[in-house]
């Protein structure tokens, strides 16, 4: 409703509990191998995400890709860069820098040349320079945040920040679901508002397919409509129009919204950008080079293809639209719907799920 509003103060607060948490993670790791251990306890680094981010957007009543969901996304986190910085000295100054940061580099050719700022500071070649400098003054990601702070990054070039990484948006789709009452996954938008989820039961010798809502549609039908139902055309069960899917962004918004959010971002983003099964090839090769230019990592696409996949989470479109062919005995064969039921080994299956574990062998091993 037009009343929703994001709480930042309390988003900040919890950005900065949780990054003391991953600090103490740290004495905590667990790794198995020396080098390991000697390598994350030299530089701290860590990788806070967030999930949940789709279904706040809708939530908020911003259609995912949407220049004001854009926006929207890249105060997200940018909050989370500033506050888990603001934690990073807090840290320093209460326990010490990350090793990394006290150790003395040497200034090279390569270093000037990539960093001509240091040059015009009177930085030479074969001079030694704490690391402390280079993370807080001579990162590019640094400058940014210096841009939004300055105060903090100069006191972190003096102090040193009590780890070199913050974040990264990790896919969380398990976690989501399990622990999040099914809230979208990471920065990517709800795959779908009703859709079947294909789970293992013991003694089954499918898969069995079962009903999954998102959470943006369970608040909704909690707070404003019980009714309300994806793709329904009555009047009076029909959602807002800016409940939309994965499958109703265009790539071009996929990328936008991950650029959004990749600049507060110091290490990787996992997203996905879906694109339509008869989707042009030149069209697609420009889906990277617009990643590319808007300064992403990585960029990965999805197309949906039934005949080659039948994925865990399923839309009951994909379903009606797809056609499973099954040959029998005699060789005769059925042409059944991928939603429709079917009696088989004394068990019903859907034909899809049937039809995957047939194919990839693992049909009565659960």
């Known amino acids: 409703t037009d009343k929703a509003r994001f709480d930042w103060d309390n988003y900040k607060e919890v950005v900065k509990v949780f990054t003391r948490m991953l600090d103490n993670v740290v004495e905590i790791n667990g790794l198995p191998l020396e080098q390991q251990e000697g390598e994350i306890r030299r530089k701290r680094r860590h990788g806070m995400g967030f999930l949940g981010l789709g279904s706040t957007v809708t939530m908020m009543c911003m259609k995912y890709g949407s220049p004001a969901s854009v926006e929207f996304t890249d105060k997200v986190a940018r909050e989370l860069a500033l506050a888990g910085w603001e934690a990073g000295l807090e840290l320093a100054e209460e326990k010490g820098p990350a090793p990394i940061m006290v150790e003395e580099f040497t200034v090279t050719e390569e270093m000037l040349r990539k960093r001509p700022e240091m040059k015009r500071d009177g930085w030479k070649a074969g001079q030694k320079i704490p690391g402390r400098l280079l993370h807080a003054k001579y990162s590019r990601y640094m400058q940014k945040i210096a841009e939004e702070n300055p105060e903090l990054v100069n006191k972190l070039a003096e102090t040193g920040a009590r780890f070199t990484h913050h974040s990264s948006i990790a896919p ?4 989501s679901l399990s622990l999040a009452n099914n809230a979208s996954n990471g920065i990517e938008p709800s ?4 859709y079947f989820r294909n789970v293992i039961r013991e003694g089954k010798k499918s898969k069995e397919k079962v009903d999954v809502f998102s959470f943006e549609l369970l608040a909704y039908r909690e707070l404003i409509n019980p009714r309300a139902m994806p793709s329904s055309e009555e009047e009076g069960e029909k959602l807002p129009p800016y409940f939309i899917t994965a499958e109703e962004i265009t790539p071009v918004q996929h990328v936008d919204m991950q650029a959004a959010a990749q600049k507060w971002v110091d290490s990787s983003i996992s997203k996905t950008a879906n694109v339509p099964t008869d989707y042009d090839y030149e069209d697609f090769k420009g889906i990277y080079l617009y990643a590319y230019e808007n300064g992403l990592k990585g960029c990965t696409t999805f197309r949906f293809n039934p005949e080659a996949f039948q994925g865990v989470l399923v839309r009951e ?6 056609t499973y062919t099954f040959t029998l005995e005699d060789g005769s064969t059925v042409e059944v719907k991928g939603d429709e ?13 049937l039809y995957d574990a047939i194919k990839e062998g693992y049909y009565g091993r659960f």
Not at 172 to 175: L, N, Q, V, Y
Not at 341 to 353: L, V
Request: aromatic fraction near 8%; charge should be negative.
């Open 341 to 353: 039921e079917i009696e088989y080994d004394g068990e019903t299956h859907t034909a899809a799920n």
């Open 317 to 322: 479109d994909d379903l009606k639209n797809t």
């Open 191 to 194: 795959f779908a508002h009703h």
């Open 172 to 175: 969380t789709g398990t976690i």
